[in-house]
């Protein structure tokens, strides 16, 4: 039986097709300033498989503080690993094309390691020459694949700098939002504050505020999905809590015929709603079944009594709470969904127990004999 020939030009097609197929999902990923719809992608998979397995193995540590610890370093870690994958899938693509290219000349290209090597040294432009190409298109090979590599380098040091910068302006209003809602912020807390300290108008300016973030969110995580594996600097405050907690409160005035600010929290309502369905759809392809009540008859009684005797007392009426229950079903089920997903704890409607602010919070408070500072959400203000 004679032996089967492989063609000289088999690893340079499977070489150029690696290299098309890399260099379209990192411009996707990198350049492309919205929302990809196609499915079938190499980053799509790197995150689905990756995240499964860190969030398995998240799962498995009991202490919350700690499994937020590991869940915190996965945006990082993540991002760090596709470049690498990247970067690896390139290099192995050019030593696939400089095999093709010398066993078309008849020169033998040598061990497929010396090859691998040589391509690496090129991609990155160490420029040690103790393995060159033996051909003359080898040699153009390696001119094209070392611009590749500069402008590849080139191109994520521009990369991170634009994720961190994205994710530092999400974190802002997320760490304002503390002493303005409590941590984690709660819609209870922010309506019993915020319309305390200056009633409709301030509400309407912290409405503007939050509508002019949930816009830059959507934004930011559309363009780089990866920003929502990035948690916040507290245990107890998330981007999605911050948001739910927003459209919360957009959805209590709403549900208010008489309210001053309502024209402000439709506004914010449309917005924060928005940033939140298309970011779910990113994540969550399915809406999922059995998804529990976040506002029960009990916790309703409960928002009624934490507000009652302040300018955001809620109306004891039946068609206020039917509206309010058709403005929640329009977004709390991508609020549950997303945060069982990304395993984020979602914010109730009100505190179950009174806590203090993470401001209020030092380590050497006791030592120092500082006197505990009152909430803002309680009877006395600071």
């Known amino acids: 039986m004679a032996p089967v020939t492989i063609s000289p030009w088999l690893p340079g097609a499977a070489g150029l097709a690696l290299v098309g197929i890399i260099l379209w999902d990192a411009f996707e990923t990198i350049l492309v300033p919205r929302r990809i719809g196609r499915r079938v992608r190499l980053t799509r998979y790197y995150y689905i498989a990756t995240w499964r397995l860190w969030r398995a193995l998240a799962l498995a540590v009991r202490s919350p503080s ?3 610890g590991v869940l915190g370093v996965f945006g990082p870690v993540s991002l760090i690993g596709l470049l690498v994958c990247w970067a690896a899938g390139l290099v192995g693509a050019f030593a696939l094309l400089q095999v093709a290219v010398t066993r078309a000349a008849g ?15 090129t991609f990155f432009t160490l420029g040690f020459g103790d393995v ?14 070392a611009g590749m590599g500069f402008g590849f380098l080139g191109t994520v040091i521009g990369y991170l700098p634009t994720m961190y ?24 807390e922010l309506l019993r504050r915020v319309a ?32 929502a594996y990035y948690r916040s600097q507290h245990v107890n405050q998330s981007w999605l809590a911050a948001l739910t907690s927003v459209l919360d409160l957009s959805a209590v005035l709403l549900a208010r015929i008489d309210e001053p600010a309502a024209g402000q929290a439709r506004l914010t ?3 924060a709603r928005h940033a939140l369905v298309d970011v779910t759809q990113i994540f969550v392809p399915h809406l999922p079944a059995g998804l529990p009540d976040r506002l029960t008859a009990i916790e309703r009684g409960r928002l009624r009594a934490r507000l009652a005797g302040t300018p955001a007392e809620l109306p004891e009426t039946a068609a206020f709470d039917a509206r ?5 079903r329009m977004y709390e089920p991508y609020s549950q969904a997303l945060a069982a997903f990304l395993l984020f704890e979602l914010p109730p409607w ?7 602010d993470n401001w209020q919070a030092g380590p050497w408070d006791r030592e120092l004999g500082a006197r505990r500072e009152p909430s803002p959400g309680s009877e006395e203000h600071f």
């Open 269 to 271: 309502f449309a917005m």
């Open 132 to 145: 060159t190409p033996a051909t003359g298109l080898g040699r153009a090979l390696a001119v094209v694949e």
């Open 107 to 121: 020169v033998a290209a040598g061990p497929f390691t010396h090859v691998l090597y040589m391509s690496g040294e």
């Open 324 to 328: 309010l229950a058709e403005l929640r």
């Open 165 to 188: 910068s994205a994710f530092a302006q999400r974190e802002v209003e997320i760490s304002l939002m503390d002493a303005r809602g409590g941590s984690p912020p709660t819609a209870a």
């Open 350 to 356: 009100v505190a179950v127990q009174p806590r203090r």
């Open 66 to 68: 700690r499994r937020e």
């Open 196 to 227: 305390s300290d200056g009633g409709a108008r301030r509400l309407d300016e912290h409405l503007r505020g939050w509508e002019r973030w949930s816009a830059q969110l959507l934004e930011t995580h559309i363009s780089y999905p990866q920003l």
